[in-house]
């Protein structure tokens, strides 16, 4: 099985309001990560856990949060949604060194 | 840093034409290019990948060429089908350094019958 799945496909959420992502996989990978995706841009990388240890990106640093309680959970926070965090959020996870494997993705519309 | 650059957003072809999709990379170190496919409401998922500079991946009739001369990793096949239509992502993995994976902007590929 090489499925990671993500809660919920779709989420609205008010301006200044706090919103979780959820991602988990089964496949025992050692590392986990958060890209964002705009319209017309690239993914871009939020952050990753390889095993325990947090990597923000530094442009991001002050604007996500994540938690890793266990191998096969990974969560995304924003503790106070603006307009520019409407997205599409993708978790992927993998062996480190191997093969990037995603979720289908959180589409977050921020109102 | 390393950076990835693709510069067709969009590619329209025919059934059975020739497909080719740019792809440049910088980078100070030794990385791994995948390229990745993406469906409508999917996640991506890895089309092909190659570890080692000067070798060439290929799938499904997809293929590209590591070319560290040129710093070049571009996708082409030979003949495509109306199923092919989705975006491909071309992607650095710094695998052996910081762990992390760098996206090109994407091209999305529409393929008409």
């Known amino acids: 099985d090489t499925t990671v799945k993500q809660n919920p496909r779709y989420k609205l959420a008010r301006v200044g309001k706090p919103v979780n992502l959820i991602c988990s996989q089964t496949?025992?990978?050692?590392?986990m990560y958060w890209y964002q995706k705009k319209p017309n841009q690239a993914p871009k990388l939020l952050l990753f856990?390889?095993?325990?240890?947090?990597?923000r990106e530094a442009d991001t640093f002050e604007k996500f949060q994540s938690s890793r309680p266990n191998n096969s959970f990974c969560s995304l926070y924003i503790g106070s949604a603006g307009l520019e965090y409407s997205a599409m959020y993708l978790c992927a996870s993998s062996r480190v060194g191997n093969t990037l494997y995603f979720g289908a993705g959180t589409r977050l519309s921020v109102l | 840093g390393n950076s990835v650059t693709q510069m067709q957003g969009q590619v329209t072809l025919s059934e059975e034409e020739f497909l080719f999709i740019n792809c440049t990379y910088s980078t100070t170190g030794y990385p791994t290019l995948f390229w990745y496919v993406q469906y409508p409401g999917e996640g991506p998922q890895l089309l092909l990948k190659v570890t080692t500079a000067n070798n060439k991946g290929s799938s499904r009739g997809f293929e590209a060429t590591y070319d560290k001369g040129t710093t070049s990793f571009h996708l082409q096949k030979a003949s495509v089908q109306e199923s092919d239509s989705a975006v491909y992502y071309c992607?650095?993995?710094?695998?052996?350094?910081?762990?992390?994976?760098?996206f090109g902007a994407g091209t999305r590929l529409k393929v008409i019958a």
């Open positions: 856990y390889y095993d325990k240890i947090l990597n």
């Open positions: 496949m025992n990978h050692d590392t």
């Open positions: 992607v650095l993995g710094d695998l052996g350094g910081n762990y992390k994976y760098v």
